[in-house]
């Protein structure tokens, strides 16, 4: 199985500033990357597919780049609203897989 | 719109199966895949299998392959997913959610809360 690391485990920030979330895969996936939001008691929200392509309806402060095994999520100006667990999950081989989540929390 | 609703939270005991639905609203039911997911509390997503609704195709992932068998019914553009044999391990929250190439994973249902309790 593809085993995606996610780090930062835990990220506080103040407003305003910008976060980068990394997720490193254990072999090439290409771009067959998906990002997700999940706040509190939510279900998942995809935020970024295949790596870096935006998605309808997000906010454009989250964009997202890398290919092959290094992926990162950047969060430009974070505020109360962000504050989530944000997974990786690729979608390259069977099975599907997620990383641990990095979460985000605001001082 | 697009909406998939789940069935409401439950509680068996162990040893039991249980059956979670996940109806399908708003598209062509037959058209996308149905995923189902399975979160832990606290803890990250794994990825259980999902069914093609035109086929019955399914495809598991091996380390749910004993535990979930899922169906569909398509008259009335719902998903199944059976659990077997439950354990406390079992006890989770499970999302269905609907695979298309142009908005992957982009619709989720709201989730079932299952508990394996005696």
């Known amino acids: 199985d593809i085993v995606l690391t996610q780090s930062p485990t835990t990220l506080s920030v103040t407003p305003g500033e910008t976060v980068s979330l990394s997720c490193r895969a254990s072999h090439y996936i290409g771009t067959n990357l998906h990002w997700f939001q999940q706040r509190t008691n939510d279900s998942p929200r995809l935020l970024i597919k295949y790596a870096s392509q935006s998605i309808s309806g997000i906010p454009s402060r989250f964009s997202a780049s890398g290919s092959g095994t290094d992926f990162t999520l950047h969060i430009n100006k974070v505020d109360f609203d962000d504050v989530s667990s944000y997974f990786c999950q690729q979608a390259q081989t069977w099975p599907l897989t997620f990383g641990s989540g990095t979460k985000l929390e605001i001082k | 719109q697009v909406n998939l609703l789940q069935s409401g939270a439950a509680l068996v005991k162990p040893g039991a199966s249980v059956n979670l639905s996940c109806t399908a609203s708003?598209?062509?039911?037959?058209?996308?895949?149905i995923h189902w997911m399975k979160q832990s509390h606290g803890e990250s997503l794994e990825w259980i299998g999902y069914i093609n609704p035109n086929s019955d195709y399914t495809n598991y992932n091996a380390k749910f392959r004993s535990k979930a068998t899922l169906t569909v019914d398509k008259s009335t553009n719902t998903a199944y997913m059976e659990l077997a044999r439950l354990t406390s391990e079992d006890s989770a929250t499970y999302y269905c959610t609907r695979e298309s190439y142009y908005d992957p994973f982009a619709y989720w249902g709201q989730g079932t809360l299952v508990t394996v309790s005696s």
């Open positions: 708003g598209y062509i039911f037959t058209a996308y895949y």
